[in-house]
């Protein structure tokens, strides 16, 4: 088999004026990431300890939708409802029992903006419960999609603390399901948040449900609207989750916003703002300040057909189509410049058979002469052996 290389290259360069720093955001903790590789774009006391509120429920429908993915609970498996749901608040979290005595008197609940009043001993749908958690931040669904996956509110925290551990989320400690435990029990950072709420948009069916207007609950007897002010008011916005938590008298308003313009998607976060608008226009600013300094460039599409068609020896067609065989893209500020090379490493023939999506070859891309990916090139079809070879073993 002989290979052949053969290098494009091409420059990008756009000179944009940047301003010389860009001002705080009205709220104590945010941070701007990029959705595609959780790299932080721009930060604000990022790291400091926020009270989570129903932004808790981020890592139930993280573990949700992880626990469907392996198949152990369907979106589609009627989830029977307790209780203790019902009444829309978690047990006692794990290390807190009892009353709260003088010391924690303070409670950090969430202010819920509809309540469904689910039925106990009712079967619901997993899957709406989870469109339901998204577009209103109830504590019903939130509770019972937790006992569902888990069996009950302190197994169902023990699998969250440590789904947060394996994504580094080192300020995080769970104590309750809805963020509603005594004091200081539950606690989390922006950084946190923005760690599991990236894992979170990398299954599709989130920003489908996130993006709802409304939902039809109930077969029809609740209509819910999506309480997110930002979707339908800021371009490409399509998620993700709002929040409010009390504590004593004062109330922080949070959310992690998704939108995309482009091939860029980005992720804001906004922890304990001071009012509910100032949480909107906080995320509204954050997503603006980074659809107008970053773009992500998609230099390689999945499937795209490459204009190299490929020579197959005693193949049932003379040519097999090369396909990339996924997507590269890069991240980049307006005002960088770069010298990519696009550089195909293929055969000049491949003997039959050959099966559809096998890898014939790769596509290396270089910055400025540095590797910075390699995407690998795949045949678009089945190509069988012809003649007296298609008759072989």
Same mark, same amino acid.
Request: aromatic residues 4%.
């Given at each position: 088999? !002989?290979?052949?290389?053969?290098?494009?290259?091409? %420059?990008?360069?756009?000179?944009?004026?940047?301003?010389?720093?860009?001002?705080?955001?009205?709220?104590?903790?945010?941070?701007?990431?990029?959705?595609?590789?959780?790299q932080?774009? !721009?930060?604000?006391?990022?790291?400091?300890? $926020?009270?989570?509120?129903?932004?808790?429920?981020?890592?139930?429908?993280?573990?949700?939708?992880?626990?469907?993915?392996?198949?152990?609970?369907?979106?589609?498996?009627?989830?029977? $409802?307790?209780?203790?749901?019902?009444?829309?608040?978690?047990?006692? +979290?794990?290390?807190?029992s009892?009353?709260?005595?003088?010391?924690?008197?303070? &409670?950090?609940?969430?202010? =819920?903006p509809?309540?469904?009043?689910?039925?106990?001993?009712?079967?619901?749908?997993?899957?709406? @419960? @989870?469109? &339901?958690?998204?577009?209103?931040?109830?504590?019903?669904?939130?509770?019972?999609?937790?006992?569902?996956i888990?069996? /009950?509110?302190?197994?169902?925290?023990?699998?969250?603390?440590?789904?947060?551990?394996?994504?580094?989320?080192?300020?995080?400690?769970?104590?309750?399901?809805?963020?509603?435990?005594?004091?200081?029990?539950?606690?989390?950072?922006?950084?946190?948040?923005?760690r599991?709420?990236?894992?979170?948009?990398q299954?599709?069916?989130?920003?489908?449900?996130? /993006?709802?207007?409304?939902f039809?609950?109930?077969q029809?007897?609740?209509?819910?609207?999506?309480?997110?002010?930002?979707i339908?008011?800021?371009?490409? $916005?399509?998620?993700?989750?709002? /929040?409010?938590?009390?504590?004593?008298?004062?109330?922080?308003?949070?959310i992690?916003?998704?939108?995309?313009?482009?091939?860029?998607?980005?992720?804001a976060?906004?922890?304990?703002?001071?009012?509910? #608008?100032?949480?909107?226009?906080?995320a509204?600013?954050?997503?603006?300040?980074?659809?107008?300094r970053?773009e992500? =460039?998609?230099?390689?599409?999945?499937?795209?057909?490459l204009? %190299?068609?490929?020579?197959?020896?005693?193949?049932?067609?003379?040519?097999?189509i090369?396909?990339?065989?996924?997507?590269?893209?890069?991240?980049?500020?307006?005002?960088?410049e770069?010298?990519?090379?696009?550089?195909?490493?293929l +055969?000049?023939?491949?003997?039959?058979?050959?099966? #559809?999506?096998?890898?014939?070859?790769?596509?290396?891309?270089?910055?400025?002469?540095?590797?910075?990916?390699?995407?690998?090139?795949?045949?678009?079809?089945?190509?069988? /052996?012809?003649?007296?070879?298609?008759?072989?073993?």
């Amino acid at each position: 088999m !002989r290979w052949w290389w053969l290098g494009i290259g091409l %420059f990008l360069a756009c000179m944009v004026i940047q301003p010389a720093h860009a001002a705080d955001v009205v709220a104590p903790s945010a941070i701007l990431i990029d959705a595609s590789t959780g790299q932080s774009l !721009r930060e604000q006391n990022a790291d400091a300890p $926020v009270h989570p509120g129903s932004l808790n429920q981020l890592m139930v429908l993280l573990l949700s939708l992880e626990e469907a993915g392996m198949g152990a609970l369907p979106l589609g498996a009627p989830v029977t $409802v307790s209780v203790t749901a019902t009444n829309g608040a978690a047990a006692a +979290p794990l290390g807190v029992s009892g009353p709260p005595t003088r010391r924690t008197k303070q &409670v950090v609940a969430p202010v =819920l903006p509809q309540r469904l009043s689910l039925r106990a001993d009712k079967a619901y749908i997993l899957s709406d @419960l @989870l469109k &339901v958690m998204l577009l209103t931040s109830s504590n019903e669904a939130a509770i019972a999609a937790a006992e569902s996956i888990a069996g /009950s509110q302190p197994a169902c925290v023990e699998l969250m603390n440590a789904r947060a551990q394996r994504l580094g989320m080192d300020a995080t400690r769970y104590a309750s399901i809805v963020g509603d435990a005594p004091a200081n029990a539950d606690t989390t950072t922006a950084r946190d948040v923005a760690r599991v709420a990236h894992a979170l948009v990398q299954h599709p069916a989130i920003l489908e449900w996130s /993006s709802m207007t409304g939902f039809p609950f109930d077969q029809g007897a609740t209509l819910l609207r999506n309480v997110n002010q930002l979707i339908g008011s800021v371009p490409g $916005v399509d998620g993700l989750q709002v /929040s409010s938590a009390t504590v004593g008298r004062a109330t922080g308003y949070g959310i992690v916003a998704s939108a995309q313009r482009g091939a860029l998607r980005l992720l804001a976060v906004v922890a304990g703002a001071p009012s509910s #608008a100032d949480r909107y226009n906080a995320a509204a600013e954050l997503l603006e300040w980074g659809f107008a300094r970053y773009e992500r =460039l998609e230099i390689v599409r999945k499937d795209e057909v490459l204009n %190299f068609p490929i020579h197959v020896r005693h193949g049932s067609v003379p040519d097999v189509i090369a396909v990339a065989g996924k997507t590269f893209s890069l991240l980049r500020r307006r005002d960088e410049e770069h010298d990519l090379q696009l550089r195909y490493q293929l +055969p000049t023939m491949l003997t039959a058979p050959l099966k #559809a999506h096998q890898q014939i070859g790769e596509i290396i891309v270089e910055d400025n002469g540095q590797l910075i990916g390699v995407v690998p090139v795949l045949s678009q079809a089945t190509v069988r /052996s012809a003649g007296i070879l298609a008759a072989l073993p």
